[in-house]
């Protein structure tokens, strides 16, 4: 059984086939495939089974929305798009894939943190100042005279949280990415003086949530602008273990800035994503890699507490910068909000990415509970909640793994290439028959709504019908 595609974009068709992860091949003249994806005009000695590009270019709109993201999605449109083109070959073969889903559980979610603060002391007078008003203002009196205190150097820290963090993970059962600013009072070239952060890095901390299974990221001032700069900002980090990911300070970014980060030798980026919304800047729940880069992996930002909760953000629009309203949502809004994408993920699998900010686990902006119930939430799903790095890690085994497979009378024989056949959790294979036509797997299995899900240990997995 074949797929073969004839497009002149290497990149279109190799990455929508990653995501998609079935066997295919190029067409070539004169082969018998049982079906073909094309403009009908590219393939004009084929008459066998096609399905047309030419009115209906999955294959550009999958490529244009990673690569280009648009504002203001709220459906993951890669990922229908190539559910429609999945339920269009299921015409014409017996499909089989490696769907974008761990063995054991329905879908993923990568915590993170971007680490903007470490310290109330370390912070200006007027932040420290507002915040505090913010506190009383809302009702939380005790935390805004101590928040103020402190910044006098009185009491306890309000926000060295890093103990905080690691006690309320501990409790949740997860571990998470924190991103760390790698330079001290520069908000970075093309940027808002309001970016400088006021804080030094400590690598004590690193190492202690490093050894703790946390993550240490990088959270890029001028790294998403020339590659120099990416591997100067990473050098501070890079101690602490594997080549650390990246989110850029205030989600800056350019065209260029995928293939900067790729030449600095970042792991993966996940900067694509709103400051003002929630949702699917980049269209998919699926880690991709950008067009532009060589081995870089892009992690989607979905859901920040900021976008839900704040009342702006700083957006550039050319030369200057203007206040952009968010979302601005009450807690039983905010989880609604989120639900919609979490709903995404049980059905179509992958990751849903989310950031909360350091800061913002303690008044003024104490969002801590909503963090929580989306925690419980995905955990009550079943969903592997995680880092940011396992799961590009997984996404990466993912990538790596080849899949072919071939049908005798009535046995279906799945031959799988996988580099990593130890990596934890396993993938799944997916094969779309009735569970009811199967007599027989030589491997761990469980029936679906129109497939057979089996878990993908083996370098052959054999399928016998009745």
Known sequence: MTIAVSYPDKYSVEEAFQLLKIPWVWYEEGCHYDVVIAHKADVPGYDGPLIDLT???????????LNAGQQH????????LLDKIREELKKYVILVEIPPVPWGYPYMVALTHDVDVTSVRDCRLVTVGYAAFQCILHGSVYAGLRLGLSRFGIGSDSWA???RWKTFEDQLGVRSTFFFVPKKDDPGVRAHPYRAVGYDLN?????DLTQ???EAGVHGIDNWTDSQRGKQEMAPISPCGKIPGNRTHWLLFDQNSWKALDEAGYLYDTT???NDDAGFRAGTLQVYRPRTAQKLLELPLHIQDLGLFGKFCWATTGNEWVKTPCLHLDAPAALTYCDRIFGFARKYGGAVTLLWHYENLTPPRDWSGTY????NRAQADGAWVTTAGSVVGWFEVRRKTGIGY?????LITIRICNPDSGHQPPMRVRVHIDPAMVSSVNAEHKPGNGYLDIECTWPEITVALK
């Open 161 to 163: 949280l890093f103990d």
């Open 73 to 80: 999605l709220h459906e993951p449109v890669c990922d229908l």
């Open 55 to 65: 009115d209906n270019d999955f294959l550009k709109k999958n490529s244009d929305l």
């Open 212 to 214: 703790g299974g946390w």
């Open 372 to 375: 929580a119930e989306l925690v």
């Open 406 to 410: 071939e049908m005798n009378n009535k």
């Open 203 to 207: 690598m004590d901390v690193l190492r």
């Open 272 to 274: 694509f994503g709103y």
